[in-house]
């Protein structure tokens, strides 16, 4: 399976709860396995219909694919090309869907396509529509792309709420982006929406799901359970085999539907459960931030999204202060760690100098790279920018030892997800759980098409009244700065923190003023940390944006320690471990005190 770059078990003595509820309670109308975005949707609308669900992730939640996207909420217009009308469809629906429901964290975004030709491309086009191969690279020129933005408007117009595209002329296209190439013909802009914190909206998604088990009430401790690193170890007489990746423990767990949302490892954990299956052929994409205002400043606010000279279609996205560049689409090898390569960092500078010939960008520039696995189809000949980007169920039955594996002594069914992306995954969590439903022969009784995710309930509308939240909760300690950075890291959900910090004595640490004692402990309370790099990667994005150092690893260690129950062993070793994952998967080189 290669390796799992969060595996390595605590020195701590503190028993986890969230994996403590599944060993006290050891079965469940289903399991879910697997923690990413799509699993977690799964568990949530699960939860929502007072179904018994449990789930178990066998890393930290969204570590895997879910956290490696290009930050990209979007109908995927190219997906127009490959035939795929149905997934643009619902991926523009849930696009705009997803701005209503969840507002804190998707966000409008305005992207421009730079134009180079006319014409080229239209002899080409129906060959990779016929036969999704690339053949000789040949660019999209202003006809076909023209031809796709009107196409998409017809998708994604949403009520006539999302403006349609607009096309440039080169002059007012340099007018717009200036550093543009000078032999730029046209320019495209249309709307999609970026996710600035997809690993936040996962855990707002999972703690939806907790919080709606909990209120069901049908058994002690709620009907929806979920435990990070939890890993399958296999199949037994008694059920699924778990395991506890930071003690050891082991135990049983029946279910009577198991759901493997495992992305790219479904085979591997088909195969883990003794059954075989060639659903997969995943594929690597990798990406990299950098800390560059000179190219921050070209882009303008805006994605620059675009076909580079081999036929991949690419981005350079501003975030914040930074700009994140992407993204590869190569063959992935399941028993090697995804990482991105020198030669992608090459050919990420070549696809900056392909747009903005005039910028200069080096390794120096680099804060951050992450790379992740699509779990994409099996797809033999078909080349990987082709492989379709939908998803489907696959139903199996576990037969032999394991029918009596779950709680009735009967065959537990086993649904395997096949595909799924980030934009779909509320539509693709409610068509498994219907799924689900069937074979509990229950009803749904809950939609969420319209059920605000987290901290999106209530999250203000317009830029004043999230200055007028701002200051509704300033107070001693919690400056304008401090509020706003808890609005955007938490939404609404943000007032649970402020009780919190306001419950006791607070204190800033000194190597950010983003984080407080308070809210550490807070973290480690309430959102299943389990490793220190949790914390720089998942819970907040001080990894991301390259501003992890040794005195900021060191104080972080220092401030868990408590409510994590790490002694000194134990803090020191969480310290070289965030030091080894975010060097050997990050490019992020970070000396500390304990070295």
Known sequence: MGHNRNSGQSVGTQRRGSAAALQERPSAQVLIIGGGINGVGTFRDLALQGVDVALVERGDYCQGASGASSHMIHGGIRYLENGEFRLVKESVVERNRLLRIAPHYVKPLQTTIPIFSTFSGILAAPVRFLTHKQGKPKERGAFLIKLGLTMYDFFSRDGGTVPRHQFLGRDKALAELPRLRQDIKYSATYFDASVHNPERLTLDVLQDGEKAGLSSGKQQGGTARASNYVSLAGMGPHGARLRDELSGEEFDFQADVIVNTTGAWVDLTNQAMGAASRFMGGTKGSHIVLDHPELLEACNGREIFFEHTDGRIVLIYPMGDRVLVGTTDVD????????????????????????????????????????????????????????????????????????????????????????????????????????????????????????????????????????????????????????????????????????????????????????????????????????????????????????????????????????????????????????????????????????
């Open 332 to 595: 992935a090898d399941m028993g090697e760690d995804a990482v991105c390569t020198d030669a992608e960092v090459d050919y990420f500078f070549d696809l900056v100098g392909h747009v903005f010939p005039t910028i200069s960008v080096n390794r120096d520039h680099i804060v951050y790279s992450f790379s992740g696995v699509r779990p994409l189809p099996r797809h033999d000949e078909t080349q990987p920018g082709f492989v379709s980007r939908d998803y489907r169920i696959e139903r199996s039955v576990r037969t032999g030892d394991a029918a009596v594996a779950t709680p009735g002594g009967k065959a537990a069914v086993v649904l395997s997800l096949v595909g799924g992306k980030w934009t779909t995954f509320r539509a693709l969590a409610e068509h498994m759980t219907n799924d689900v439903l069937r074979e509990l022969g229950l009803a749904r009784k809950v939609s969420t098409a319209k059920l605000p995710i987290g901290g999106g309930a209530g999250y203000p509308a317009t830029a004043e009244g999230e200055q007028e939240w701002i200051k509704k909760h300033m107070g001693p300690g919690l400056d304008a700065g401090r509020v706003e950075g808890l609005l955007t890291r938490y939404g609404t959900r943000a007032e649970d923190v402020i009780a919190y910090l306001k419950a006791g004595n607070d204190a800033s640490l000194r190597s950010t003023r983003e984080l407080s004692v308070r809210e550490l402990e807070f973290m480690a309370q309430n959102e299943q940390v389990g490793h220190l790099v949790d914390v720089l990667i998942r819970r907040t994005s001080l990894a991301f944006r390259g501003l992890v150092t040794g005195e900021l690893l060191n104080e972080l260690a220092a401030v868990l320690a408590g409510p994590m129950g790490w002694d000194e062993a134990a803090r020191q070793s969480e310290v070289r471990h965030a030091q080894e994952v975010l060097q050997r998967y990050h490019r992020v080189n970070v000396h500390s005190l304990v070295d």
